[in-house]
């Protein structure tokens, strides 16, 4: 990854020009993965509707699952490609946007966002920052920009490029000084006449109650996004691990081979496993419309963005063979 030479650490200072976030941009649009400051913390951005840059997010958090990302936007006309916005969900957006607010909402279909950053769901999270940095590389860049706290996964948020440069030294950071906010935004669920609270932020209950009644998170009505992964187990069954394929069913292999049967599909022929996570829900998609019987799935090495793709195939397996629930 290009950046400014001679520094110990890969900033990029932006210098009060667009030159940083013209090259940010660029970055972006080629699938590589940039650092930048929001009003909330900073963000570890990637092309919303590319899998491969969404995969070397997950990789380089090293996130042990498939964590739904919030897509960032300039705003709501933006936001309206990717989501069916509620009469109430508009009003949130129109009252709370650009700021730390992040809306869960009902995917559109199609949908040009990446089935990787939506973890396979059918909602996605959407949040327009406030930081003009923010704003301007997001504009700049033309695409949706998925992006978690840069922080290797359970690590503290970023509130300061160099936190940024210290965890990941190779990475471009569009340095925009201190975090103003400090904490995450708030996350709601909304539906057509219901907001669930489902992440405590910067904006507060009595914020938002001003604009909407609010409904706090009980029980089983909204899931934590680890559990909402099942949703989308494939409809057939799902075998892993398999050391032979069954007749009718469609093998999902990964690496260079020997394989137990033909491949239907390859996650990563090379072996790869960022590549083999990017590929992971197209691939699944692409073979539960194919399959007679069921899919079935070679061992994925489980180490460093493998444990993701095995935690997801478990629970794709879980749902789809009826064992619980
Ligand atoms: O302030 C923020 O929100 C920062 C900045 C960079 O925007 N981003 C951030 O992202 O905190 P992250 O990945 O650390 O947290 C995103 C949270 C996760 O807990 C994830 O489960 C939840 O958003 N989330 C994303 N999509 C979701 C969905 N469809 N349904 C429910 N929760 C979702
Ligand atoms: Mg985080």
């Known amino acids: 990854m290009s950046h400014d030479g001679a520094a110990a650490f890969s900033v990029m200072i932006l210098p009060n020009s667009a030159g940083a976030i013209v090259r940010c941009a660029e970055l972006l649009r ?21 899998d491969l840059a969404i995969a070397k997010v997950f990789a380089m958090k090293d996130r042990p699952d498939f964590n739904p990302l919030i897509v960032h936007i300039p705003g709501v006309a933006e936001a309206m490609t990717y989501a069916h916005f509620s009469e109430m969900a508009l009003r949130l957006a129109e009252k709370f946007w650009p700021g730390p607010l992040t809306l869960v909402l ?20 959407l949040r327009a920052p406030s930081h003009p940095l923010a704003q301007a590389l997001i504009k700049e860049t033309d695409r949706p920009i998925a992006a978690p706290s840069a922080n290797p996964s359970g690590r503290l948020s970023a509130t300061h490029a ?55 998170q009980t029980g089983h009505a909204i899931r934590s996004p680890g559990q909402l992964l099942r949703h989308y187990a494939p409809r057939h069954r799902l075998r892993l691990d398999v050391q032979e394929v069954e007749p009718d069913e469609k093998l999902l292999a990964f690496g260079p081979g020997p394989y137990p049967g033909e491949p239907a599909c390859n996650l990563s022929p090379a072996g790869d496993l960022t590549e083999a996570a990017a590929n992971l829900f197209s691939m699944l998609h692409r073979l539960d419309r194919e399959a007679a019987a069921g899919i079935a799935v070679m061992p994925i090495p489980n180490d460093g963005i493998g444990r993701a793709i095995n935690d997801r195939l478990r629970r794709g397996a879980y749902v789809a063979s009826g064992w619980h629930e």
Do not use: M, W
């Open 162 to 216: 160099q936190h940024v440069a210290e965890y990941f030294p190779e990475l471009a950071v569009l340095n925009g000084g201190q975090s103003e906010r400090g904490i995450e935004s708030t996350i709601l669920h909304v539906t057509a006449d219901e907001a669930v609270l489902l992440r405590e932020g910067p904006l507060t209950r009595e914020d938002i109650e001003k604009a909407v009644t609010l409904r706090t």
């Open 30 to 50: 080629k699938g590589e993965l940039v650092a930048f400051p929001t009003e909330t913390v900073y963000g570890l951005g990637g092309d919303a509707t590319n």
């Open 106 to 125: 009902p995917c559109a279909a199609p949908s040009p966002l990446s089935l990787l950053a939506l973890a396979g769901l059918d909602t996605v999270a």
